[in-house]
């Protein structure tokens, strides 16, 4: 088995706690009329904030990201870096979305 976690187990919540945070967020099916009106979105989830409309890619694994979040913690934020790419943030949901909410 290789640990892969069904597409909707993943997106429900992630879009769910970005609405109920007050945050504009659409889930890739939704999107599909948009793309009929000539409007792309590659990722899973179109979220709205800050005038502008951002592609969220999510993933999951049953345990295949145990080690970034023994990473996390007692910390709130975790920084990621491969050689010769941008570094990357990796934070809760939650926290994203408290931050999300102050910005909008």
């Known amino acids: 088995m290789s640990g892969r976690v069904p597409a909707a187990r993943a ?14 967020a659409l889930r ?9 009106a000539g409007v792309r979105f590659a ?4 979220l709205s904030l800050m005038g ?12 295949g990201f145990r080690e970034l979040y023994s990473w996390l913690t ?3 934020v975790l920084i990621v870096k491969a050689d010769r790419q941008e570094p990357l ?11 999300a909410k102050v910005a909008a």
């Open 89 to 99: 943030v990796i934070l809760r949901l939650s926290l994203t979305a408290e931050i």
């Open 74 to 76: 007692n910390r709130d």
């Open 43 to 46: 990722g899973d989830i179109v």
């Open 28 to 36: 890739r099916y939704v999107c599909r009329s948009l793309e009929a």
């Open 52 to 63: 502008r409309d951002l592609c969220v890619e999510v993933k999951a694994r049953a345990a």
């Open 11 to 24: 997106l429900a919540p992630s879009a769910a706690l970005s609405r109920r945070c007050g945050l504009a």
